[in-house]
């Protein structure tokens, strides 16, 4: 399958494995993870980021409920939200989530968006896991055409060491593990390079310890609400 199934396998899988009741996507785009993952049962809230309200707005529709859904309701009940903002600030909307996904966002932040996005996503939001994947720069030899990025937009592609530094890093400074995997197989012979994509798994070490320090949250929205449901 193309990589980018690959990837939204892999939250499957583990939303399959540790079913969470609460998942936000972080840079969801066009909110298609997001999509396969409201047929999970064990959801009842989903949340959708992004800095691009068109994109994510493109294909919302798709997360309403089908007519199904109003013949024979079901016991569960899914909150649907949909924010317009940044992963740079934090709004009290990302708060109580099991798990966080941000799937191929951190190579398109800049600089400044980066250097705040650990305090924003482990800090501040803080859930129980976050799954984080980016290309491993690595693999891009194997990759035809590619010469510096594999997209114009990405502004960086590291290297197994630079992103498992970077995770470390992040995990030591707010109370998390990682452990490191990744989709995409290099081809035989050509172990060596690692996966296509690698993907960063945080799980919180000391999870409800009480109420965490919410209040010196801010309870201020920074987020514009694009869309809910039910409404
Ligand atoms: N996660 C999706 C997937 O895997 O198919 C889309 C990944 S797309 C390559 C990166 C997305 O991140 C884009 O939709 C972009 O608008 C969004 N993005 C970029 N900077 C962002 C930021 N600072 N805050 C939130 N989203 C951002």
């Given at each position: 399958?193309?990589?980018?199934?690959?990837?939204?396998?892999?939250?499957?899988?583990?939303?399959?494995?540790?079913?969470?009741?609460k998942?936000?996507?972080?840079?969801?785009?066009?909110?298609?993870?997001?999509?396969?993952?409201?047929?999970?049962?064990?959801?009842?809230?989903?949340a959708?980021?992004?800095?691009c309200?068109?994109?994510?707005?493109?294909?919302?529709?798709?997360l309403?409920?089908?007519?199904?859904?109003?013949?024979?309701p079901s016991?569960?009940s899914?909150?649907?939200?949909?924010?317009?903002?940044?992963?740079?600030?934090?709004?009290p909307?990302?708060?109580?989530?099991?798990?966080?996904?941000?799937?191929?966002?951190?190579?398109?932040?800049?600089?400044?968006?980066?250097?705040?996005?650990?305090?924003?996503?482990?800090?501040?939001m803080?859930?129980?896991?976050?799954?984080?994947s980016t290309?491993?720069?690595?693999?891009n030899?194997?990759?035809?055409?590619?010469?510096?990025?594999?997209h114009?937009?990405?502004?960086f592609?590291?290297?197994?060491a630079?992103?498992?530094?970077?995770?470390?890093?992040?995990?030591?400074?707010?109370?998390?593990?990682?452990?490191?995997t990744?989709?995409?197989?290099?081809?035989t012979?050509?172990?060596?390079?690692?996966?296509?994509?690698?993907?960063a798994?945080f799980v919180?070490?000391?999870?409800?310890?009480s109420?965490?320090?919410?209040?010196?949250?801010?309870t201020?929205?920074a987020?514009k609400?694009?869309?809910?449901?039910?409404?």
């Amino acid at each position: 399958p193309p990589l980018y199934k690959q990837r939204y396998q892999f939250v499957k899988d583990l939303v399959g494995k540790y079913k969470p009741k609460k998942v936000a996507d972080l840079g969801c785009a066009d909110c298609t993870l997001l999509w396969m993952l409201k047929f999970y049962n064990c959801i009842e809230v989903l949340a959708g980021l992004d800095i691009c309200a068109s994109v994510m707005k493109e294909k919302m529709h798709r997360l309403y409920p089908l007519p199904a859904d109003y013949l024979q309701p079901s016991e569960r009940s899914l909150t649907v939200t949909l924010h317009h903002g940044s992963v740079a600030h934090e709004d009290p909307c990302m708060l109580g989530f099991d798990l966080v996904t941000c799937i191929e966002l951190i190579e398109h932040l800049e600089e400044s968006e980066l250097e705040k996005f650990p305090e924003v996503v482990f800090g501040f939001m803080a859930p129980t896991m976050v799954v984080i994947s980016t290309p491993n720069s690595e693999f891009n030899p194997l990759l035809p055409g590619v010469t510096v990025f594999r997209h114009q937009d990405h502004k960086f592609e590291w290297d197994r060491a630079q992103f498992q530094s970077w995770a470390l890093d992040a995990a030591k400074r707010y109370g998390y593990s990682v452990e490191f995997t990744g989709v995409g197989n290099p081809p035989t012979g050509m172990e060596d390079v690692g996966f296509c994509t690698q993907i960063a798994v945080f799980v919180k070490k000391y999870p409800q310890t009480s109420e965490p320090a919410q209040s010196k949250k801010p309870t201020e929205a920074a987020y514009k609400t694009v869309t809910v449901y039910p409404s």
